[in-house]
């Protein structure tokens, strides 16, 4: 079983920068695929980046390419999210997520993630 508790969200003006961070315990962090999904009140959950359990494979969605990068560091179970020149309509509650035992290329749809984080905020204001 993984947990996990994304840090990091808050307050930044249009074009400023985030990095959000995804802390997990469990055996399975490093045999497991990582996910950032983020949800904007009325809205259905979007892909926003994936990275795969090695770090080799990365996936970002159309939304944030260019802009924002997923690392992950095995050693200290740890997933990151950096965010560069954010936009107003960025604005979501960000979740991380674990595709437990999945070595293959990041899937970009929320269903195969088995765990997710409560979230943090994100508010971009314009």
């Known amino acids: 079983q993984v947990q996990l508790v994304e840090s990091g969200g808050g307050l930044v003006q249009a074009g400023g920068s985030l990095r959000l961070s995804c802390a997990a315990s469990g055996r399975t962090f490093s045999t497991s695929a990582m996910g950032w999904f983020r949800q904007a009140p009325g809205k259905e959950r979007e892909f926003v980046a994936g990275?795969?359990?090695?770090?080799?494979?990365?996936n970002y969605g159309d939304n944030v390419k260019g802009r924002f990068f997923i690392s992950r560091d095995n050693a200290k179970n740890m997933v990151y999210l950096q965010m560069n020149s954010l936009k107003p309509e960025d604005t979501a509650v960000y979740h991380c997520a674990a595709d437990e035992n999945y070595t293959g290329y990041p899937l970009a749809r929320p269903g195969p993630y088995d765990y997710w984080g409560q979230g943090t905020q994100v508010t971009v204001s314009s």
């Open positions: 990275i795969s359990y090695s770090g080799g494979r990365i």
